[in-house]
């Protein structure tokens, strides 16, 4: 299990990283919000505590900006203390919330506590990479082949529905609030889009007459290319 500590104050990075390897856990630590984001993307934690305090950006918004990309499991520390942080805080995606100045062995605990709320019910099944896989209860998602199996039964989905599952698989038990689901079908919409566009693109190219127009510009993106009025 690996933890990304966002915290500034070198001191208390250096404490957590000791207290967490004592409990088995893996810890790196990013002391600015751009170094949080990419070490989320290059080192995929298991959960996130993150200090709202940093020195390049309001952790409010670091929050929010890795919700938005990743459902890993954040637990905000800090010393706004007063109920509008912290339902700011939960609002935007965090899901626990820690007041400084806290205690080491109920960090710890809340840390256990959010990743035993993330453990997938079943183990990965070996070889197959546990990013692609999402394992609730007896629904099991295979995100790159956007394939699923209900009770092993397979069982196919239109896009909305399939993202409107993964939404809800990504956090089984919780009850998620209708934006939130919105947002998160958005997102796998996005993936998916992204993923088929070449193809998609390839095949537009097909079509009568659409051959000639739709143009890749290399490194920028695709073109409907229109003939000037001169060509006309
Ligand atoms: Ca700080």
Do not use: W
């Not at 390897?21 to 893996?26: I, R, V």
Request: include cysteine; glycine fraction near 8%; aromatic fraction near 2%.
């Amino acid at each position: 299990m690996k933890v990304l500590v966002v915290e500034d104050n070198e001191p208390v990075s250096a404490a957590l990283q000791a207290a967490l390897a004592q409990q088995g856990l893996e810890a790196v630590c990013a002391n600015t919000g751009k170094a949080a984001l990419d070490l989320l993307e290059r080192t995929r934690p298991d959960v996130v505590l993150l200090d709202l305090g940093l020195p390049d950006c309001d952790g409010f918004t670091l929050c929010g900006t890795i919700r938005a990309s990743s459902s890993v499991p954040i637990l905000v520390t800090t010393a706004r203390g007063d109920h509008a942080s912290c339902v700011r805080g939960l609002d935007l995606g965090a899901d626990d919330y820690l007041v400084k100045p806290y205690n080491l062995a109920e960090l710890l605990a809340r840390v256990r506590a959010v990743m035993r709320r993330r453990r997938p019910a079943e183990p990965a099944p070996i070889g197959e990479p546990p990013g692609d896989l999402l394992l609730a209860g007896p629904v099991r998602i295979d995100l790159k082949e956007r394939a699923v199996l209900v009770n092993g039964v397979p069982t196919e989905l239109p896009d909305e529905e399939f993202g409107i599952l993964v939404a809800l698989a990504r956090r089984p038990g919780e009850t998620l609030p209708v934006d939130r689901i919105v947002d998160e079908v958005l997102r796998t919409h996005r993936a998916t889009l992204k993923a088929s566009l070449q193809r998609d693109i390839a095949s537009l190219r097909e079509r009568r007459g659409l051959s000639s127009l739709l143009e890749a510009v290399e490194g920028k993106g695709y073109r409907l290319s229109v003939p000037g009025p001169r060509d006309r």
